[in-house]
């Protein structure tokens, strides 16, 4: 089981927490915006069914351990900003990987580089990586900016390494070390 804070981690102006089952309706509204399946192995007819399948699918690899979806909200306000988590933990290897997707009003606002940074930076407190990975849609450049811009390493490109929607994708491979963490 992984441990996360019930009240999340905040810096202020984004928190990161744990589901519920009244953001149901502003998931959905949100999925429905072509970009975030387009990018993300989120289903292009997003429906209440699809959320609520995903919810008991991550409360299962929560509680195996080996995954962390969280919910990136206004700290203020509890408004859906967008989704944030470990897609996969490899506790032997001491590595995960990070999967994201944000709302369109919530684009360009800094929102997902404050997230990217609260949950990288607790993961190496609070988990045992030593690496943290997020592999990106060659062509998602929005989402290679952001990756860099919280400190994360270009490492190249991976080809044909993942199958989403029944397609191969090359995938741009970036990683941040705990080691460079600390001089964040």
């Not at 929560?62 to 306000?77: F, P, S, Y």
């Amino acid at each position: 089981m992984i441990e996360f804070p019930v009240e999340g981690l905040s810096d202020g102006d984004v928190r990161l927490r744990l589901h519920a089952d009244e953001d149901i309706p502003a998931i959905v509204e949100a999925c429905q915006d072509p970009e975030i399946p387009r990018w993300t192995r989120v289903p292009d007819e997003y429906t209440e069914n699809d959320a609520l399948e995903w919810f008991d699918h991550q409360d299962r690899r929560r509680g195996e351990g080996d995954a962390l979806e969280l919910l990136i909200v206004e700290d203020e306000t509890d408004a859906l900003l967008g989704s944030i988590g470990f897609v996969k933990l490899d506790h032997e290897e001491r590595i995960g990987s990070l999967g994201y997707w944000l709302a369109r009003d919530a684009r360009g606002r800094g929102v997902a580089t404050r997230a990217l940074r609260l949950i990288s930076s607790w993961a190496f407190d609070a988990l045992p990586v030593d690496r943290i990975s997020i592999v990106i849609q060659q062509g998602n450049e929005p989402s290679r900016r952001l990756a860099e811009r919280a400190g994360y390493t270009y490492e190249g490109i991976l080809r044909s390494y993942t199958l989403i929607k029944g397609r191969r994708h090359d995938m741009a491979m970036y990683s941040l070390l705990r080691e460079e963490a600390d001089t964040q």
